[in-house]
């Protein structure tokens, strides 16, 4: 009787510790209740969580930042990699400007709610600020992926994308 709640308890007592170290972001809370913290995280640190870049992608336009990860592979000349890093921090600049800007604006339709002053006038206005700074972003995103593929050969687009899918 004593050696199976002795395991029943180790086991207990290591699970408790496992399930600890595991933390699922999308339960823990960020400083907008509205967002979860990864989302919160990413808009902050500039990420495409929204794959903003895909019609870009999928159509030979490469963004800026993939292609500098193949920069050796790509064999890009050192002008190339010049335009490609001034593209890719202004980029990474403007999406962490409207990450900013999305969630400033998600704490106000928030505030709206939370303080009962929410109705169709300012509900209206902040959701279309809300597009409104979801289509700058992907304007931004689709442009520098524009503004790649101008300054790439077809040898070096393909081969960008054989490297991707790995072949």
Known sequence: ?????????????ASAGYAQTIVDSSATRS???TLNLKLYDAL??????YDMALAGELNHYP???KI???KKELDLSPQQVTKLTTI???LIRKKKEMGSFIIKNERVID???RTKKANDGNIIFFTNRYGIYHGELRNAILQACVKVQSLLTPKQISKFERLLNGK
């Open 68 to 70: 500098l990860d193949y």
């Open 31 to 33: 400083p907008v209740k």
């Open 1 to 13: 009787m004593l050696k199976p709640l002795f395991s029943f308890m180790l086991m207990a007592v």
């Open 111 to 113: 505030s709206l709610f």
């Open 44 to 49: 902050l640190k500039g990420e495409d969580v």
């Open 88 to 90: 890719n921090t202004e």
């Open 63 to 65: 963004s800026p930042g």
